[in-house]
């Protein structure tokens, strides 16, 4: 495996870091790095959740996806951003399975895989992301990496709809009898 450029440009006294960076300063940092984020400061955003992430925070490392995945204080970078999505979704992130799955399904920053978008949504569904269960949904009624199979279909966007999700009660509302009588 080849490590991304921007980890090999991480100081080694990041890495040491890891080993003595205790969960309390992971979710310290985090929440820093959260705020600093909705205040629109993605250099501070940056500094607080790139020690934890190397560290091993899921919380901060689906942060720094985000900052690459957007651009937000550093140069847009959608492969830096799969790299830090698929190390929070590995550890069961929910939002980084959901957008590793919406950059696998999309080609972005990462060679375009059906199989690997079903993959991680279907662990993000699992977990109840709603918007993971609408896309499922919309895999399954029309094919992409899966059989159609419109019970299935039904079945997560009647998941996602549950939990508020407008697209999936669009999606469950024109697939169900009870929905197309009420378009006509």
Avoid: C
Wanted: net charge negative; charged share 20%; aromatic share 14%.
């Amino acid at each position: 495996m080849t490590i991304p450029a921007f980890l090999r440009t991480l100081p080694l006294a990041l890495w040491f870091a890891a080993l003595v960076i205790t969960t309390p300063a992971w979710s310290q940092s985090y929440e820093r790095g959260l705020s600093a984020y909705s205040r629109l400061d993605y250099e501070t955003a940056l500094r607080e959740w790139n020690e934890s992430a190397v560290a091993g925070d899921p919380q901060s490392q689906f942060g720094l996806g985000m900052l690459y995945d957007f651009g937000h204080g550093v140069p847009q970078d959608p492969e830096a951003a799969v790299v830090w999505y698929r190390f929070a979704a590995e550890k069961g992130h929910p939002g980084a399975q959901l957008f590793l799955a919406y950059n696998y399904e999309r080609g972005r920053g990462v060679g375009q895989s059906y199989a690997s978008a079903h993959r991680w949504y279907l662990e993000a569904a699992r977990q109840g992301e709603a918007k993971a269960q609408n896309n499922l949904g919309v895999m399954y009624e029309n094919g992409y990496g899966v059989l159609v199979d419109l019970d299935i279909a039904i079945y997560w966007y009647e998941e996602a709809a549950r939990k508020g999700n407008r697209n999936a009660r669009a999606n469950l509302h024109r697939l169900t009898p009870a929905g197309a009588a009420t378009q006509n």
